[in-house]
């Protein structure tokens, strides 16, 4: 039984927010190789709005390069402008047809710097995930002293929302390894 103000699902769509944030964040790490998600923050300015690039050219990845064709031909300045704006540390190179963006290797140094930002991003996630565990934690012990919840009742709710904590702190730090072992790899 569920108690009406304590849901699973709930506990569940916070936590999942979490992971969410952390994968993209993680997709704008730039690790040497070309990854299209670096530019799922790049937006254009054409027809009257604000479109990110996906949606106004296709994107191929080419070992360490990425190459951006257009749609519309007119598009290509504005597109070169937007990622220079944006200020991914890459230089575009427009040739007149497409954009490439090419990912130099990281050197070591580079490689260690970054890590220590995968690292810390996982830290705060998880803080974010303890955050959202200390507020149910929260809710569970006032419905328990409002005599809303038995203690037994308390108990359960009590253990899924930690039991929950658990499985993303892991999902996180499985994250975190995948991401680290990509920026690592030479």
Not at 153 to 168: F, G, H, P, W
């Amino acid at each position: 039984m569920e108690s009406s103000f304590i849901s699973y699902k709930e506990i569940k769509s916070q936590m999942d927010k979490v992971i969410v944030f952390l994968e993209d964040n993680y997709k704008q790490i730039h690790v040497g190789r070309a990854n299209p998600g670096i530019l799922d923050k790049v937006f254009v300015s054409c027809y009257g709005s604000s479109m990110q690039v996906s949606q106004i050219a296709s994107i191929s990845s080419e070992a360490r390069s990425l190459v951006i064709k257009p749609w519309d031909m007119s598009l290509l300045k504005e597109i070169e402008r937007a990622i220079q704006k944006e200020n991914l540390g890459l230089t575009p190179q427009n040739n007149g047809e497409v954009i490439r963006l090419n990912f130099p290797p990281l050197s070591e140094e580079e490689r260690v710097k970054v890590s220590k930002q995968v690292s810390k991003m996982a830290e705060d996630a998880k803080v974010s995930i303890r955050n959202v565990r200390r507020d149910f934690i929260s809710k569970i012990n006032n419905m328990k002293k409002n005599k809303e919840i038995t203690d037994d009742e308390a108990s359960r709710l009590e253990k899924k929302v930690q039991d929950s904590t658990n499985t993303y702190v892991k999902k996180i730090d499985d994250l975190k390894e995948n991401k680290t072992s990509q920026v690592m790899e030479v």
